[in-house]
């Protein structure tokens, strides 16, 4: 296998056609909905149209699924520029100063560079695993967030078995890296995505047990409820990450190793492979291979809030902290620690990949496993967390 076969660029013609449609039916369901809006009764009928009837539930599913991924969306461009800004900060730069107001238009720039450029497929490469790969991949990093809670009854699917569901996605998103690397028909990618398998299921390990422990605190597997029990009137010393310290430190290396930040970037190591398994990709299909990440980002970030940071609630349980809408502190939650995985790529130097694996199988996961057993012994012989 080799990289240098001959290449061909891709027809438009039918992802149009399937964009296309698409937009059809979105526009359609857009326009049933406004007409029951405006000749069904006002907004109280609406509502209740929505809730009450099986089409109603689906037009309100479907909404709020857009306003999800344009909020998602959104969020990317601004990390994407954030961290642009963060490391040429460290770095004594400027960063992106040109497009826009201090620059703030760049990540759009790019964006539409992206789009516009012609994709191209080596000529060896199986051209429908090379294309499905990164539909599949960012497809499953989007999936994620329909459980995720921004605020309390926020979650598109505010389902009892969140967790599981989380865990199902995470572990489905390493076949999108495989189906591109093996895809690609060159030894870089398909090496690169052997050790991003490889990375991630090491890594999941950790995290597991790590929300074990979660779990076992607060007794249940609903995201909603886990933010609930943090609600105390201890504030944020009662949130998870003081009595988990060790396990909120495991879980935020273990999150740059799941997402293949560095210093944990071996997947895209370019001095042995290139860029990894994306080397082969170009234009449309590498944004989506970049979105990828950047929203398991997002997603790790949000995770970490949920899980130790109390989600939605303010860190001092009375006025005037209690004022600030629950959105507004999940937020600044979240980019806090969006900032902390951006601040670490700045300075902390490259692993090996013995170093990863070792540091995976024999310091975190024996760690972890300690401490289930302490943390369940706790709350067994002292009645804390939900038996209270």
Same mark, same amino acid.
């Given at each position: 296998?080799?990289?240098?076969?001959?290449?061909?660029?891709?027809?438009? =013609?039918?992802?149009?056609?399937?964009?296309?449609?698409?937009?059809?039916?979105?526009?359609?369901?857009?326009?049933?909905?406004?007409?029951?809006?405006?000749?069904?009764?006002?907004?109280?009928?609406?509502?209740?149209?929505?809730?009450?009837?099986?089409?109603?539930?689906?037009?309100?599913? *479907?909404?709020?699924?857009? &306003?999800?991924?344009?909020?998602?969306? *959104?969020?990317?461009?601004?990390?994407?520029?954030?961290?642009?800004?963060?490391?040429?900060?460290?770095?004594?730069?400027?960063?992106?100063?040109?497009?826009?107001?201090?620059?703030? &238009?760049?990540?759009?720039?790019?964006?539409?560079?992206?789009?516009?450029?012609?994709?191209?497929?080596?000529?060896?490469?199986?051209?429908?695993?090379?294309? &499905?790969?990164?539909?599949?991949?960012?497809?499953?990093?989007?999936?994620?967030?329909?459980?995720?809670?921004?605020?309390?009854?926020?979650?598109?699917?505010?389902?009892?078995?969140?967790?599981?569901?989380?865990?199902?996605?995470?572990?489905?998103?390493?076949?999108?890296?495989?189906?591109?690397?093996?895809?690609?028909?060159?030894?870089?990618? &398909?090496?690169?995505?052997?050790?991003?398998?490889?990375?991630?299921?090491?890594?999941?390990?950790?995290?597991?047990?790590?929300?074990?422990?979660?779990?076992?605190?607060?007794?249940?597997?609903?995201?909603?409820?886990?933010?609930?029990?943090?609600?105390?009137?201890?504030?944020?010393?009662?949130?998870?990450?003081?009595?988990? *310290?060790?396990?909120?430190?495991?879980?935020?290396?273990?999150?740059?190793?799941?997402? =293949?930040?560095?210093?944990?970037?071996?997947?895209?190591?370019?001095?042995?492979?290139?860029?990894?398994?994306?080397?082969?990709?170009?234009?449309?299909?590498?944004?989506?291979?970049? *979105?990828?990440?950047?929203?398991?980002?997002?997603?790790?970030?949000?995770?970490?809030?949920?899980?130790?940071?109390?989600?939605?609630?303010?860190?001092?349980?009375?006025?005037?902290?209690?004022?600030?809408?629950?959105?507004?502190?999940?937020?600044?939650?979240?980019?806090?620690?969006?900032?902390?995985?951006?601040?670490?790529?700045?300075?902390?130097?490259?692993?090996?990949?013995?170093?990863?694996?070792?540091?995976?199988?024999?310091?975190?996961?024996?760690?972890?496993?300690?401490?289930?057993?302490?943390?369940?012994?706790?709350?067994?012989?002292?009645?804390?967390?939900?038996?209270?």
């Amino acid at each position: 296998m080799t990289s240098a076969t001959p290449s061909h660029p891709v027809t438009p =013609n039918r992802a149009l056609i399937v964009a296309g449609v698409a937009g059809a039916i979105v526009l359609a369901v857009i326009v049933v909905a406004l007409y029951a809006f405006f000749f069904g009764g006002g907004a109280a009928a609406f509502g209740h149209w929505m809730h009450a009837t099986a089409i109603g539930t689906f037009v309100r599913y *479907l909404l709020e699924s857009l &306003l999800l991924l344009v909020c998602v969306l *959104l969020s990317t461009a601004a990390l994407i520029y954030a961290e642009r800004k963060i490391w040429g900060s460290i770095q004594l730069r400027r960063g992106p100063n040109v497009v826009g107001p201090w620059g703030v &238009l760049q990540p759009f720039a790019d964006f539409f560079k992206f789009i516009l450029k012609e994709p191209i497929i080596p000529a060896g490469a199986n051209k429908g695993v090379f294309v &499905l790969a990164p539909l599949v991949s960012v497809t499953l990093a989007f999936a994620a967030w329909a459980v995720i809670p921004a605020n309390d009854g926020w979650a598109i699917a505010d389902i009892n078995v969140g967790v599981l569901y989380l865990f199902a996605i995470s572990s489905l998103g390493v076949y999108g890296v495989i189906m591109a690397g093996w895809a690609s028909n060159s030894k870089y990618p &398909l090496m690169s995505a052997l050790r991003v398998a490889a990375q991630m299921v090491s890594y999941e390990v950790s995290i597991g047990f790590v929300i074990v422990t979660v779990l076992l605190c607060a007794g249940s597997l609903n995201l909603t409820d886990i933010v609930r029990a943090q609600d105390t009137r201890f504030g944020l010393l009662g949130w998870y990450w003081l009595p988990l *310290l060790p396990m909120f430190v495991i879980f935020f290396i273990s999150a740059l190793a799941e997402t =293949n930040r560095p210093p944990f970037d071996l997947a895209e190591a370019e001095s042995e492979l290139v860029a990894g398994y994306m080397v082969e990709y170009s234009a449309s299909l590498f944004l989506l291979q970049y *979105l990828t990440e950047l929203v398991a980002i997002l997603t790790m970030s949000a995770m970490t809030t949920v899980f130790f940071l109390g989600g939605w609630l303010s860190p001092l349980p009375f006025p005037p902290f209690t004022w600030v809408p629950g959105i507004v502190w999940f937020l600044i939650k979240g980019w806090c620690v969006a900032f902390m995985f951006s601040f670490v790529k700045a300075f902390v130097p490259r692993y090996r990949y013995d170093q990863l694996m070792r540091l995976g199988w024999k310091v975190f996961l024996p760690i972890s496993l300690f401490m289930v057993v302490l943390v369940a012994g706790v709350l067994e012989a002292t009645g804390w967390g939900f038996h209270h």
